[in-house]
Structure formats: structure tokens, C-alpha cells
């Protein structure tokens, strides 16, 4: 019996971004560069770690546009053009670096880029198969999330939409994962007093919380965020551990700021000559990343006096902070579990899935090394919600504490000066469509497929996403276009259905473009 | 890339430079004057990042402002040193991209983006007051005013009336008009339609009012706000622990062996300031959005 337990939390969440009506969209290289940087290497850890035999358990929330992206098949015939012209880049760049001391490295992302097609292939191009095989060993426990990543606390006066929310996202892993999810990954850790009743009402079992939302909870923890807790509407939650998020962002001891590691700004799509890079950069001419990167971060220097980078000397990094992690997890359930006696443990260590592989480059490895000491430690042991639910009998009773995990720990990032503007028409929306969910009973069949779109533009719009680019102010054209969009066209299929003018080729297009949920009814909307 | 815009606009930038006098250059021309100008500064030590924000604004560099300066300095040095011989592709603004971008392989949608583009309702001509929590000290209120309402108040609005917005402290109480704990009162703009209001205490609830105040100080309420909770902000003081079996799927009676874990609590203001330093300019030069979530955790 080891004395406690590891429990990693990867949230993989992009927002549903597909423009099928165009040949290359900028931003859709988000989800290509996620891919590319870390699900697939998430993928091929867990690949070696099978191979190798090691014990590991870890738990991941794949959002419902993430799944529907990936198993889109436009989107995997554009990731697979994408795919081969990075490919070809790679080796146009080991000509191109022929005699200079990055040539090594050409020949690297060469190779591991070749590496990745096959493994892409190895799943027949939906990754989510790769996610499923892992899931069905038990090395993986998938949960779910919000249809489309909405701040719940923000719909508190329209139930409908909670609901809609909720439901979606359960349907939609059933479809894509084949069995109904125990646990759900809320929007940001977004949570309301009263949001528990909505999802044992969806029979979500647990879910998770940031810190503040078990230890301001009432009363108060017995065993602090070591030990989960359970609502009296019955709904479980973990708590995130302190320790482990500040040993991976503190800036004197966090791991991915350390100056052998691959510096994310220098890329070569900035520095080749315009000519050359031309096809690999987007299509405006606009200078972006293309995931060929060369140098470390070297240190407090500017961009032009970074050093070449060594993907040896990196993973040497990564193997020593992943012996420095578990050595702290090892003394941190050792003095845990004098002051629990009665609960083994667990420490919660909740992450984006994104920062492993795109922001830290090499965080997948990392995590390899981390599922493996686990594996051969007596301490600690890397276990799912579902594992250690099994493992314990009895819980504490609270009511957890509104809180989410954004900047400052509430909902300000979602809700300011540069987003606001938003909320009175997703409100009026929101009223709007749980009340058409109540009236329209026995739809004619147009109607029918006139509120189910309508039902899609309304949750497209909610996504969390677009109010948190605009907070950051960065692409924010992008953003509030999108909220413009699908409030425009939520509008006029209202105004097509109440008066009987039905805008057919109109809303074919509309229905193209935004597949979203195709299973959707829009009854779910109903208070 | 520079030498194909339009020679008005390279003009334009090249004031907004400093350079005078260059009318009668040809379009290559103005463009070398340019770029010695900004590679003198970029390459300067000295240079700060301001005058770099200066320069970048006056060549329309996106998002300047909150790139660090070295990336800054390298995007105006990329103005320069990449030169494209091929024109251009016809660049259509697309349908909602962030940047211009690709070529359409569709047909495109029969109503125009310009009519999902088009600015949102301004009101959806219905009564509305609504309240939000912010955080334990802030609440956001926005509100919506009917036609009807708007010329009610309009007529109303003279000597020395003035709209007024309420937030009412009605923690543990069936607000009734006039019993709450406390009331914070502003005089507003009707037009702003926002207002964020600080309140005293976390864990509290509040409902707000818009009304109208008589100058000998009568308010008459129009809208009512539902009601918000503000989230707490510390440990409750509440230490009985219940609990419940999870096998048999209800509460039981049960004395804990575990002496308990002092709760740690996270200051938010000591957030990994050169860590955020480092790495908070990073969405403006990926576009990825929500990639950048966990610069803020």
C-alpha cells in the first residue's frame, strides 16, 4: 500500500473553430499545433509507457468540441496538408541547414515529424481512437464538460441553458467514447452555490475545483484539498493542490522557465527569408509559427543572443525535475498522511493539457517521467477519481465555495470592461430559448431544424473562449467576430421562425458551417 | 510587405516617422528612407520600448503594445528584410478571421458576412436590471430599458431628477423595499447601461434597483435586479464535520482518527511575477487564444 496518491488532471479544450468554406483559416492551426505538440506526443507517453509495462494512471476531460473537431473529417483532411507540409518543410530545412550546427536539429524535427504522421495514421486519423484505446486498458479515465465550455455561473438565471450545457456534454462523450462519463470538468472550475443540483441532476458523479473552492467551503475541510469532499446535493469534488501547481508556475523553482529548455518565441517562420517560408506561413504573408524552433531560452536575453538548443540536454532537464517532483510528492503524502490517518491522501494536480507539449515543449516528457517514477516509488502511486473513490468509504459533507480557477480565482476574466458587452444578449438568448424549448412542443419539421441551429448558435456563442481572448486583448477581432456571428444568425433564424419567411439555402450554409452536436435536440433548453 | 501598399498609405506611415519632403520618391525609395529610420531606433540600445510602440503604431504593427521589445524590435526589422518579389494573392477579408486570410473553396453563403457582421441590437426592447457577481468585492450590473420605459423616464427627467442605481445588502433577509442591511447608492448614466459596483462584504447577497431620485430625495424604483451571492473569501469558521458513506449512500455518524491538515491559502498577488513577465506577451504572437489559459493560473 503506498501511503498516498497522484492524481493528474489534463484538461484538453479548444474552441470549435472550422471554416469549411476555406481552403487554410488562421485559426485553425490552433488545434493543429495542439495536436501536434501535445496530443499526439500525449499519445505516444502512454504509447512507451504500455511498451515498457509501467503501472501509470492519469485522467483527462476531452471537451465536446475538442472531440467534434477531431473527429471532423474536413478538419482531419486539412490536419493531415498540414501535417505533410510541416513534413516537408523539415527536410527542405535540413538542406537548408547543411554545414551550421543546426543541422542536427533539422534532422530531428524531421524525424519526429515523421513519427507523428505515423502515429496520426496508426489511429486512422482520429486521435480520439488513440484516447479510447487507452481508456478502455484503464490507464485513462475520460470525463467530460460543458457542451461548449460556458461559465455556468453566469447562466444561473436560465436553467435551461445549465441544463442544455450539461446534457450536451454528456451525450456528446457518449457518442464519441461510448460510455457515459462519471465525472465532468467544469468551464474555468466555474462554480455557483446551487450548480450541484444541475449536475446530479445529469448524474455527474465528481468533479473539480480550484483550492479556494474546497477550503472556503462550509464547513470546513477536515483534511484541507488531501481528501475529496461531497455536497449535500451528493455531487464529489477534489481540490487543487497548492504545492503542485506552484512547483510547476513558480518563478524560482518552476520547471518550464529553466534555460535548457526550447525558447517558444524563436521560430523559424520568423527568421527564414520571405521567399522561402512563403508557403508555410499564412497565406496573407502574415509571419506566424510554423513549430520549428531552434534555440533555448538561454536565459534573461534578447531573442538574437539565444543559444542553440539541445533536445538531449532538455530531456536530461526533464528527467530531473520529474525526479524533483515525485521526491516532493513523496514527503508531501509522508507528512500528509500522519494528519489524515483514517483517508490515504490524494493530491489533485489539475493542468491545461495544452501547456504539456505547445507552451512547455518538453512537458509530455516530463510527464513520462513523472508516470514512471510513480510507478516505481512505494510512496506515492498515480491513481483516477474513480480508482480512489473506490478505495475510500467515507467523505466529508460541504457546500463547496463559489470560485473558479481563472486569474484572481473568481469570474473576472470572464466578466469586465472588455467583455461585458456580451452577457445582455447571451441573457436574451438564453430566455429566449428555453422559452421557445417549453412552447414549441410538436414542431413542424422545418421548425424543428430552425431551433435545433438555433440551439447550436446559442452555445457556440457561450463558449468561455471568446470572452477570455478579449480579456487577454490579443486576436480579439477573431473573438468578438465569432460572438457577433452567431448572435446575428441565432437572431434572424428567430425572426425566420416566428415569421413562417424561411430562409432555406440560408440556413443549409448556416447548418454547414456550424455542425456542431448533430445528435442536438433543442427540448434540452427546457428550465 | 511594405512596397505593396499603396503609395498614400506609405506617405502616411513615413509621417507618422518624421520623414518630410519625400512626395516625389518612388515607392522603393520611400521605403529605404523608412527603413533607416527604424533600424537606426530598433538598433539603438537606447531606444526605449515607448519610442518602439511610437514607431510600430505609425507602420501599423498589430498588437504592439503588448509585444515584449524584443520581439517587437524583430517584427520591425521582419518589415524590412523580407522581400517579396511575387505579388501578392488577392487577400478577401474573410468571413470572421482574426487576420486576413485563404481563399474561399466554396461558394459563398448567400447572405453576406457583412449581415452576421453587422452590429448587434442595441436593446432588445424589454425591462431588464440584472446583477453579477464579480468577485467577493465587485458586482456587475447591466440593464435594459423598453421603449416605453425610456419615454416614462424621459418625461420624468427634469428638475433635478436623476436616475439612480441601488445595491441593496439583503443577506439573510425577504427583501421587502426598505428592510436591507444596507443600501450604496450612484447616480448614473441611462446610456452607459453598465456600472460596476464595489460592495462591502463576501459572502453576502445583494439586489439591485434603477429608479428615479426627487431632488427632496424620494426614490421611485423602476427595475428590480434578481439576486446575487458574492463568493467567500476566507476559511468559514463553521468546523462540525458531517459525513457520509459513500457505499451506503448516506450520512452517518463517524469520529475522524485524522488529526486534520492545516489549510494552506493561496495570495493571489504573489503569482510568479517573472514568470507572468516572461511569458504573459505570448498570445500576441501565436493568435492562440486559449492557449494562453494557463498564464493565468
Redesign the interface.
Known amino acids: 500500500m503506498p501511503t498516498g496518491y497522484l492524481m493528474i488532471v489534463l484538461h484538453a479544450?479548444?474552441?470549435f473553430i472550422r471554416?469549411?468554406?476555406?481552403?487554410?483559416?488562421?485559426?485553425e492551426?490552433?488545434l493543429f499545433?495542439?495536436m501536434i505538440e501535445t496530443y499526439i506526443p500525449l499519445l505516444q507517453v502512454f504509447e512507451r509507457l504500455e511498451m515498457d509495462k509501467i503501472d501509470f494512471y492519469i485522467t483527462m476531460s476531452l471537451t465536446p468540441p475538442l472531440l467534434e473537431m477531431l473527429t471532423d473529417k474536413v478538419l482531419q483532411q486539412k490536419f493531415r496538408r498540414h501535417l505533410d507540409k510541416l513534413i516537408d518543410l523539415s527536410k527542405k530545412e535540413v538542406s537548408y541547414t547543411k554545414n551550421t550546427p543546426f543541422n542536427l536539429l533539422a534532422l530531428y524535427y524531421e524525424r519526429i515529424f515523421n513519427e507523428e504522421k505515423k502515429t496520426y495514421e496508426r489511429y486512422k486519423g482520429n486521435l480520439v481512437n488513440g484516447f479510447k484505446r487507452f481508456a478502455k486498458e484503464g490507464n485513462l479515465e475520460l470525463i467530460t464538460c460543458a457542451a461548449t465550455h460556458g461559465i455556468l455561473?453566469?447562466m444561473r438565471?436560465y436553467p435551461g441553458s445549465i441544463n442544455a450545457q450539461l446534457k450536451i456534454g454528456i451525450q456528446t462523450h457518449k457518442r464519441h467514447l461510448d460510455i457515459a462519463p462519471r465525472g465532468m470538468w467544469l468551464p474555468e472550475c466555474a462554480y455557483?452555490?446551487g450548480l450541484d443540483k444541475y449536475m446530479k441532476n445529469a448524474d455527474i458523479e465528481y468533479s473539480f475545483l480550484d483550492?479556494?473552492g474546497i477550503?472556503?467551503?462550509?464547513?470546513?475541510?477536515?483534511?484541507?484539498t488531501?481528501a475529496p469532499v461531497?455536497t449535500p446535493n451528493?455531487v464529489i469534488f477534489f481540490g487543487r493542490d497548492?504545492e503542485s501547481?506552484e512547483q510547476v508556475?513558480?518563478?524560482?523553482t518552476?520547471y518550464p522557465?529553466d534555460f535548457s529548455y526550447r525558447e517558444?518565441?524563436r521560430d523559424i517562420g520568423?527568421d527564414r527569408?520571405?521567399?522561402y517560408i512563403?508557403d508555410y506561413i499564412?497565406?496573407?504573408?502574415?509571419?506566424?509559427?510554423t513549430g520549428i524552433k531552434y534555440y533555448r531560452i538561454t536565459g534573461k536575453v534578447?531573442?538574437?543572443n539565444k543559444e542553440t538548443y539541445d533536445p538531449q540536454k532538455a530531456l536530461e532537464t526533464a528527467r530531473r525535475h520529474a525526479d524533483d517532483f515525485i521526491y516532493k510528492k513523496e514527503l508531501q503524502t509522508k507528512r500528509?498522511s500522519q494528519?489524515?490517518?483514517?483517508?490515504p491522501p490524494v493530491i489533485v494536480a489539475p493542468?491545461?493539457a495544452?501547456?504539456y507539449g505547445?507552451?512547455w515543449y518538453e512537458g509530455p516528457k516530463f510527464l513520462e517521467f513523472v508516470l514512471r517514477n510513480a510507478d516505481s516509488s512505494d510512496v506515492v502511486k498515480t491513481i483516477t477519481p474513480s480508482q480512489y473513490?473506490s478505495k475510500?468509504?467515507?467523505?466529508?459533507?460541504m457546500e463547496v465555495?463559489?470560485?473558479s480557477?481563472?486569474?484572481?480565482?473568481?469570474?473576472?476574466?470572464w466578466?469586465?470592461g472588455s467583455n461585458?458587452w456580451i452577457?445582455?444578449?447571451l441573457?436574451?438568448l438564453e430566455n429566449r430559448m428555453e422559452n421557445l424549448a417549453a412552447t414549441y412542443e410538436k414542431p413542424k419539421n422545418i421548425e424543428k431544424k430552425i431551433l435545433n441551429q438555433m440551439a447550436r448558435e446559442l452555445l457556440l456563442a457561450q463558449s468561455s473562449?471568446w470572452a477570455?481572448?478579449m480579456s487577454?486583448?490579443?486576436?480579439?477581432?477573431?473573438?468578438r467576430?465569432?460572438t457577433?456571428?452567431h448572435?446575428?444568425?441565432f437572431?434572424?433564424l428567430n425572426d425566420d421562425l416566428v415569421s413562417g419567411r424561411y430562409?432555406l439555402?440560408?440556413l443549409k450554409?448556416?447548418s454547414w458551417?456550424d455542425n456542431i452536436f448533430p445528435d442536438l435536440d433543442y427540448r434540452v433548453f427546457r428550465r | 510587405?511594405l512596397v505593396e501598399k499603396k503609395k498614400k498609405e506609405l506617405l502616411k506611415m513615413a509621417r507618422g516617422l518624421g520623414l518630410k519632403g519625400i512626395h516625389h520618391l518612388k515607392k522603393s525609395d520611400i521605403v529605404e528612407k523608412m527603413k533607416e529610420v527604424v533600424l537606426n531606433f530598433v538598433e539603438d540600445e537606447k531606444t526605449t520600448k515607448k519610442q518602439l510602440n511610437k514607431i510600430a503604431s505609425a507602420l501599423k504593427v498589430r498588437?504592439y503594445a503588448?509585444l515584449q521589445k524584443?520581439?517587437l524590435?524583430?517584427r520591425l526589422r521582419?518589415l524590412f528584410?523580407?522581400?517579396?518579389?511575387v505579388p501578392?494573392?488577392k487577400?478577401k477579408a474573410?468571413?470572421?478571421?482574426?487576420?486576413?486570410?485563404?481563399?474561399?473553396?466554396?461558394k459563398?453563403?448567400?447572405?453576406s458576412p457583412e449581415?452576421?457582421?453587422?452590429?448587434?441590437?442595441k436593446t432588445?426592447d424589454?425591462d431588464?436590471l440584472?446583477l453579477?457577481?464579480?468577485?467577493?468585492y465587485?458586482v456587475?450590473t447591466?440593464w435594459?430599458l423598453s421603449g416605453k420605459t425610456q419615454t416614462r423616464i424621459e418625461n420624468q427627467l427634469k428638475d433635478g431628477v436623476k436616475p439612480i442605481l441601488r445595491v441593496y445588502d439583503v443577506t439573510f433577509i425577504e427583501f421587502n423595499g426598505s428592510n436591507a442591511h444596507r443600501t450604496l447608492e450612484a447616480t448614473v448614466n441611462l446610456d452607459t447601461?453598465?456600472w460596476y459596483m464595489n460592495v462591502p462584504f463576501p459572502n453576502a447577497s445583494y439586489i439591485a434597483e434603477l429608479g428615479l431620485k426627487s431632488p427632496e430625495g424620494r426614490f421611485i424604483p423602476l427595475l428590480r435586479s434578481?439576486v446575487v451571492?458574492t463568493?467567500?473569501?476566507?476559511?468559514?469558521?463553521?468546523?462540525?464535520?458531517?459525513?457520509?458513506?459513500?457505499?451506503r449512500?448516506r450520512?452517518?455518524t463517524?469520529e475522524?482518527?485524522?488529526?486534520?491538515?492545516?489549510?494552506?491559502?493561496?495570495l493571489?498577488i504573489l503569482?510568479?511575477?517573472?514568470?507572468?513577465e516572461?511569458?504573459k506577451n505570448?498570445?500576441?504572437?501565436?493568435?492562440?487564444?486559449?492557449?494562453?489559459?494557463?498564464l493565468?493560473?
Not at chain 2, 474573410?94 to 466554396?106: G, H, P
Not at chain 2, 505570448?282 to 494557463?294: D, E, H, K, P, V
Request: no cysteine; aromatic share 16%.
Open positions: 479544450h479548444l474552441p471554416h469549411p468554406q476555406y481552403e487554410e483559416f488562421m485559426e492551426r490552433w499545433e495542439a455561473p453566469f438565471e455557483f452555490s483550492t479556494h477550503v472556503y467551503g462550509e464547513p470546513r475541510p477536515l483534511y484541507s488531501y461531497i451528493e497548492l501547481s508556475w513558480s518563478a524560482t518552476g522557465g517558444f518565441y520568423f527569408p520571405y521567399e512563403k499564412d497565406r496573407s504573408g502574415e509571419r506566424i509559427n534578447s531573442l538574437s500528509l494528519q489524515m490517518n483514517d483517508i493542468y491545461d495544452e501547456l505547445h507552451w473513490l475510500i468509504s467515507k467523505i466529508q459533507i465555495a463559489p470560485s480557477w481563472g486569474a484572481n480565482g473568481y469570474y473576472e476574466v466578466l469586465n461585458d452577457y445582455p444578449h441573457h436574451e473562449d477570455f481572448i487577454t486583448d490579443t486576436t480579439t477581432r477573431y473573438a467576430n465569432r457577433r456571428v448572435i446575428n444568425r437572431l434572424k430562409d439555402g440560408w450554409e448556416v458551417e | 510587405m498588437y503588448k524584443e520581439i524590435k524583430e521582419s528584410t523580407t522581400q517579396r518579389e501578392a494573392p487577400i474573410s468571413l470572421s478571421s482574426s487576420s486576413i486570410s485563404a481563399t474561399r473553396i466554396k459563398p453563403l448567400k447572405v449581415y452576421e457582421e453587422k452590429p448587434l441590437p432588445y424589454t431588464r440584472v453579477m457577481p464579480v468577485n467577493p465587485w456587475h447591466y435594459q447601461n453598465k434578481n451571492k463568493p467567500r473569501a476566507s476559511v468559514s469558521s463553521k468546523s462540525d464535520v458531517e459525513w457520509y458513506d459513500l457505499k449512500r450520512r452517518i463517524y475522524p482518527t485524522g488529526k486534520g491538515v492545516n489549510i494552506v491559502e493561496r493571489f503569482s510568479s511575477a517573472e514568470f507572468v516572461r511569458y505570448i498570445t500576441g504572437y501565436s493568435g492562440g487564444g486559449s492557449f494562453a489559459r494557463y493565468e493560473r
